[in-house]
């Protein structure tokens, strides 16, 4: 009994510590000086002006923006803008990729992975048909939720709290990202070319 009181609370600690990690990074993300350097035009132009370098600054931007909380939209949009469609679908698709489950990672890291199964605590019946059929079958259920949230931070901080493998997030995510990538970049394209 001591040994799940001890587990109980190291996992209250590690969600304290998520819940103040995300909220400080909310908060970051929503003040006005740092929105202002996310806005789309804004990180166009810089990258634009950095020359060769602004590739790799578009990939920084885009990796801090999603542990910001910035919505990965902005940032297919601004391939979009910057280096066309095909390029803006190529850095788009590969940095959300590989954005989505850095902040995975990080969020593991922070909060564990209290939702697993085995986890000390009770779940809502809901909770747990959901997180049932995650665990039967990850990579399917992962890409269905990219491709109806995309590179929704939130949705990275639910997935981070469950026991999903990184290898089947990592694989969901990429075959997840890939038509709803396309389509927003040829949205953009579309009507602001």
Not at 72 to 91: H, S
Not at 159 to 188: E, N, Q, S, W
């Amino acid at each position: 009994m001591i040994a799940d009181g001890q587990s109980r609370r190291k996992t209250y600690l590690r969600l304290g510590g998520l819940l103040l990690f995300v909220a400080v990074v909310v908060v970051i993300g929503l003040s006005p000086k740092v929105r202002a350097q996310f806005e789309a035009e804004n990180l166009r132009t810089i990258i634009e002006a950095a020359g060769a370098w602004g590739f790799l600054l578009y990939i920084v931007a885009f990796l801090v923006g999603l542990v910001l909380y910035i919505p990965g939209i902005v940032f297919v949009g601004v391939g979009v803008f910057a280096w066309g469609p095909w390029v803006g679908i190529a850095l788009g698709y590969g940095t959300g990729v590989l954005g989505v489950t850095a902040h995975f990672s990080l969020l593991r890291l922070i909060g564990g992975s209290p939702l697993a199964a085995g986890a000390p605590g009770r779940r809502w019946y809901w909770v747990q048909r959901v997180l049932d059929d995650l665990e039967a079958h990850p990579v399917r259920s992962v890409a269905i939720l990219r491709v109806i949230g995309f590179m929704s931070p939130p949705l990275n901080t639910a997935l981070a709290l469950t026991g999903l493998k990184a290898r089947d997030h990592f694989l969901g995510t990429a075959l997840g990202l890939v038509f709803p990538v396309i389509i927003a970049a040829g949205l953009f394209d579309w009507l602001f070319s």
